[in-house]
């Protein structure tokens, strides 16, 4: 069996294309830094100027590429784009000496591009705000990459079951959005852009700084996680407002943002009719529900706050509490507004639970997708009237179609993996002399790309007491989990290096 010939030349072309990306919003940084007179301008300048440098060499030095990228390639380029995107993405904290380690710079950045949100910062606040821009930038950029993935790249590979997109969105026959990908990519940047502003003046109208409020509104549309405060949102515990904001654009940013097309082109009847869309949001409701009569009841949500005590009536305290927590770890966004483990045991293992859950298919949320659980739910009760039945056929059914049998077996892969992963995870990170609680909390917060966990990394800790070797494990679980598996498992096969 011959070597492997890659197209080398449109691989680096495109990864040109992304330092380019990379180096323009480091730019928008910059000048973010230069409004604010936080100090480090010149050095965050420094950062975007050698990044849209390596990107202009790499793109200058492969103009001549051939056009076609086939499969192999576009594994290439989505798996190591995000390495190459996260390595530059380090520059900004290393300059600053914001963060000094590369260790510590390139988890932070891995976590950004990931929405994963972990931290390894231990005093947010006294950042320069040219910095903490670029640390909620990161995630931006990263939450659209995984939308455009989603939509447009994703299911063109066949990855982890994603080819039930092609019902949806753009990819082999099916109701597109639009014949052409790159368009489709545009509308859905556009509807991103939308969101994330409309976000920011609800935010600053409700009481944040205009910077807080763009911060936030970056990472909550990105269901990354990363926040301005050392208290995360729970420092805004005595405005309720800024929470309910949140609390809907973290629902909004959890939905495919395919519904959210149809929804300004007026087919609401493509929301109503959505099954995983009616899955999530009961699940989000009868979670809620769980919850916020756990909170009443047994918890004390006053002591457990990072910082102020609650304004309005208990009842109410619950519900926001409950429904906010159960939002921000099924979104896998992993903002706090109290420490959840402090609540009851059971609301902890709870919690546990919903790290694998995952948001919508096509949103930027991590962890397994409703969509996949839903299919495994629907095969689970097929089963049995197979056993009873066993010459009928009887396919599933997702949206009121039949779904092949292969996309069916991709979907169990997928979640086999996925648990093999946690469990593998785990197993590595109890190898650093963790207790039990913190090491399945960390692989599954890792792995969902949730951000807060359990024991010593639960929602009020951060991350900065991992050892080194541990922060490069969980850089990459979060990148595995982002990538949905597949794309970064089948480079570490043998085969896919091989012509044959």
């Not at 509104?217 to 309720?240: C, E, Q, R, V, Y």
Request: hydrophobic share 50%; proline share 3%; glycine share 10%.
């Amino acid at each position: 069996m011959s070597r492997l010939h890659l197209n080398y030349k449109i691989i680096f072309h495109f990864f040109g294309l992304l330092l380019l990306f990379n180096g323009g919003f480091m730019m928008i940084a910059t000048l973010i830094s230069l409004i604010y007179k936080d100090g480090v301008t010149l050095q965050l300048f420094l950062a975007g100027l050698v990044t849209l440098l390596i990107g202009t060499f790499a793109m200058v030095g492969t103009r001549n590429h051939r056009k076609e990228m086939n499969k192999r390639e576009g594994y290439i380029v989505v798996a190591f784009g995000w390495i190459v995107m996260s390595l530059t993405g380090t520059l900004p904290y290393l300059v600053t000496e914001a963060i000094p380690t590369f260790t510590d710079a390139f988890f932070e950045t891995m976590s950004g591009y990931t929405t994963t949100g972990a931290s390894i910062l231990n005093d947010i606040e006294v950042l320069p705000e040219g910095v903490l821009f670029w640390r909620s930038t990161t995630h931006w950029i990263g939450g659209m990459g995984i939308i455009v993935l989603a939509i447009a790249i994703l299911p063109l590979l066949g990855v982890g079951g994603m080819q039930l997109f092609a019902a949806e969105a753009p990819g082999p026959g099916g109701d597109k959005l639009h014949p052409r990908i790159t368009d489709t990519a545009k509308r859905l940047w556009l509807i991103y852009v939308g969101y994330t502003a409309a976000e920011t003046i609800l935010l600053q109208i409700a009481g944040m700084s205009f910077f807080d409020a763009i911060n936030h509104a970056l990472s909550t549309l990105s269901t990354g996680g990363f926040s301005t405060k050392n208290a995360s949102i729970a420092h805004w515990n005595d405005n309720p407002a800024i929470q309910y904001i949140i609390i809907f654009f973290m629902f909004l940013a959890g939905t495919n943002f395919v519904l959210s097309y149809y929804l300004f082109k007026g087919k609401v009847s493509k929301i109503t009719k959505d099954d995983e869309f009616k899955l999530y949001f009961r699940f989000i409701l009868c979670f809620t529900i769980v919850a916020a009569l756990l909170i009443y009841f047994r918890a004390n949500v006053s002591e457990s706050s990072v910082a102020h005590p609650m304004v309005l009536g208990e009842g109410e305290s619950a519900i926001r509490h409950g429904l906010f927590q159960v939002l921000a770890i099924v979104t896998t966004t992993g903002f706090v507004t109290a420490d959840y483990t402090m609540w009851t045991p059971f609301l902890t293992v709870f919690f546990f639970g919903l790290m694998f859950l995952g948001g919508s298919a096509g949103s930027t949320s991590g962890g397994v997708k409703v969509v996949r659980h839903l299919i495994l739910i629907k095969n689970g009760f097929l089963e049995f009237k197979r056993a009873l039945h066993p010459n009928a056929i009887l396919p599933v059914r997702y949206n009121k179609k039949s779904i092949s049998g292969e996309i069916v077996f991709n979907i169990l892969g997928f979640f086999i993996l996925y648990m093999l992963s946690f469990i593998i995870g785990a197993a590595i990170f109890s190898m650093f002399q963790m207790d039990f609680e913190s090491a399945i909390g960390l692989s599954a917060s890792s792995l969902g790309n949730v951000g807060p966990a359990l024991g010593d990394f639960g929602p009020v800790n951060n991350y900065a007491v991992l050892p080194a070797l541990g922060k490069w494990w969980a850089s990459f679980l979060m990148l595995l989990g982002r990538l949905e598996l597949f794309t970064i498992l089948i480079l570490l096969t043998p085969f896919f290096w091989r012509n044959r």
